[in-house]
């Protein structure tokens, strides 16, 4: 990542225009090359968006009974409700509430033999009929827009366009997230909306959020960078992920983020996590992040030694040898920030993880 002091805004309507693609392209590699973080405009999912946003007032209004009969603990694949202060990231409780949802109707694994991560894939649970509908409908749209942006991102790297498709998970994810208000007076532990994190299911995050503010990346200086709400209110917030970062052997990295919690309004969000093939073993990520790497083009790059390093040790958990496949680095995820949920699906690997240090940031 370098100094960036903003964040770039990629139109995606001349991405698909021919006159202005070319241009589009080089202006979307230096976003991921150089921050990590875009805003897309015109991707064609505004109303769908605003549509959404103006359910989840009433939504979080429900009574808690109602939110809680879906709560996030029924559930081995941390689908479901998280009410506010259940979940922790970089060891400070987050002041948020949410519902994790996933691809909708998956065929359920019977076999008896699955690898334990595979579990993260399950049935949601759904607080209302009008809640299962919208969430039906938001992530059918957003699969195709999120595949059709991956194959620009394969085009701006100079590859083919198909080359990422094969990575491409069967889960994506949708969160409902609502940021209610935290005055100063509360103290310093409840200014955290969500700590510093990088996105760890997948490859690309689409986030719609609403006109409060809140969500800072961070550069290589140690600068929090705002990314504030556009006039365009229809554009969305697009970041790398922990799984493309891996599979580009780090060349792309996923940039940590935050949000700073609301003082005096509720703010509330709504990403989508493009997931990854949880099966990718360390060596197959090895294996294609050479692959990849080699064929990115780094000439017009002022420091190249700066991106080969990073091509070659990059600290990414999901490249560290701890795990045997992408599925297990991120059931760990799934562990560390819903600690209650893990304890009670996954207990013995709840215990090792949160007793050694190396799994717990
Ligand atoms: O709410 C936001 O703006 C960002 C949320 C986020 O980073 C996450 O849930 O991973
Ligand atoms: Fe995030």
Same mark, same amino acid.
């Given at each position: 990542?370098?100094?960036?002091?903003?964040?770039?805004?990629?139109?995606?309507?001349?991405?698909?225009?021919?006159?202005?693609?070319?241009?589009?392209?080089?202006?979307?590699?230096?976003?991921?090359?150089?921050?990590?973080?875009?805003?897309?405009?015109?991707?064609?999912?505004?109303?769908?968006?605003?549509?959404?946003?103006?359910?989840?007032?009433?939504?979080? $209004?429900?009574?808690? @009974?109602? =939110?809680?009969?879906?709560?996030?603990?029924?559930?081995? /694949?941390?689908?479901?409700? %998280?009410? #506010?202060?259940?979940?922790?990231?970089?060891?400070?409780?987050?002041?948020?509430?949410?519902?994790?949802?996933?691809?909708?109707?998956?065929?359920?694994?019977?076999?008896?033999?699955?690898?334990?991560?595979?579990?993260?894939?399950?049935?949601?649970?759904?607080?209302?009929?009008?809640?299962?509908?919208?969430?039906?409908?938001?992530?059918?749209?957003?699969?195709?827009?999120?595949?059709?942006?991956?194959?620009?991102?394969?085009?701006?790297?100079?590859?083919?366009?198909?080359?990422?498709?094969?990575?491409?998970?069967?889960?994506?994810?949708?969160?409902?997230?609502?940021?209610?208000?935290?005055? $100063?007076?509360?103290? @310093?532990? =409840?200014?955290?909306?969500?700590?510093?994190?990088?996105? /760890?299911?997948?490859?690309? %995050?689409? #986030?719609?959020?609403?006109?409060?503010?809140?969500?800072?990346?961070?550069?290589?200086?140690?600068?929090?960078?705002?990314?504030?709400?556009?006039?365009?209110?229809?554009?969305?917030?697009?970041?790398?992920?922990?799984?493309?970062?891996?599979?580009?052997?780090?060349?792309?990295?996923?940039?940590?983020?935050?949000?700073?919690?609301?003082?005096?309004?509720?703010?509330?969000?709504?990403?989508?996590?493009?997931?990854?093939?949880?099966?990718?073993?360390?060596?197959?990520?090895?294996?294609?992040?050479?692959?990849?790497?080699?064929?990115?083009?780094?000439?017009?790059?002022?420091?190249?030694?700066?991106?080969?390093?990073?091509?070659?040790?990059?600290?990414?958990?999901?490249?560290?040898?701890?795990?045997?496949?992408?599925?297990?680095?991120?059931?760990?995820?799934?562990?560390?920030?819903?600690?209650?949920?893990?304890?009670?699906?996954?207990?013995?690997?709840?215990?090792?993880?949160?007793?050694?240090?190396?799994?717990?940031?």
């Amino acid at each position: 990542m370098s100094n960036f002091t903003s964040v770039p805004i990629i139109d995606f309507q001349r991405l698909q225009d021919p006159e202005t693609k070319v241009e589009t392209l080089t202006q979307l590699r230096d976003a991921i090359f150089l921050v990590g973080f875009l805003y897309l405009t015109n991707h064609g999912l505004e109303s769908l968006t605003k549509r959404a946003h103006a359910t989840l007032p009433d939504l979080f $209004s429900l009574p808690s @009974e109602t =939110k809680e009969r879906t709560n996030m603990i029924n559930s081995p /694949s941390f689908l479901g409700y %998280t009410h #506010l202060g259940a979940e922790t990231t970089a060891l400070k409780t987050d002041m948020r509430e949410q519902f994790d949802f996933g691809t909708p109707n998956l065929p359920p694994s019977n076999n008896q033999t699955a690898p334990v991560w595979s579990r993260l894939e399950g049935q949601n649970q759904y607080p209302t009929p009008a809640t299962q509908s919208l969430v039906e409908e938001y992530i059918t749209s957003f699969i195709p827009l999120s595949n059709t942006f991956l194959q620009y991102v394969a085009e701006s790297l100079s590859l083919p366009p198909t080359t990422f498709d094969t990575y491409r998970g069967t889960m994506d994810r949708l969160k409902f997230i609502k940021y209610p208000p935290q005055p $100063s007076s509360s103290g @310093e532990n =409840k200014s955290q909306g969500v700590g510093p994190h990088k996105d /760890s299911t997948g490859l690309f %995050t689409f #986030l719609s959020q609403d006109t409060t503010g809140g969500l800072q990346v961070l550069n290589k200086r140690g600068d929090w960078i705002d990314v504030p709400p556009l006039e365009d209110e229809g554009a969305l917030v697009v970041n790398i992920q922990q799984g493309f970062e891996a599979i580009t052997g780090g060349v792309c990295s996923a940039t940590v983020h935050r949000v700073v919690a609301p003082k005096s309004t509720t703010r509330y969000s709504i990403p989508f996590f493009m997931g990854i093939r949880m099966d990718l073993t360390l060596s197959n990520l090895r294996d294609s992040a050479r692959h990849i790497v080699e064929k990115v083009p780094v000439g017009e790059w002022s420091d190249e030694d700066e991106m080969k390093r990073r091509a070659e040790d990059v600290p990414s958990e999901f490249l560290s040898d701890r795990f045997d496949c992408f599925g297990e680095a991120y059931l760990r995820n799934r562990i560390i920030s819903h600690p209650d949920v893990g304890k009670k699906w996954y207990p013995e690997l709840y215990e090792r993880y949160s007793s050694d240090p190396f799994y717990l940031y």
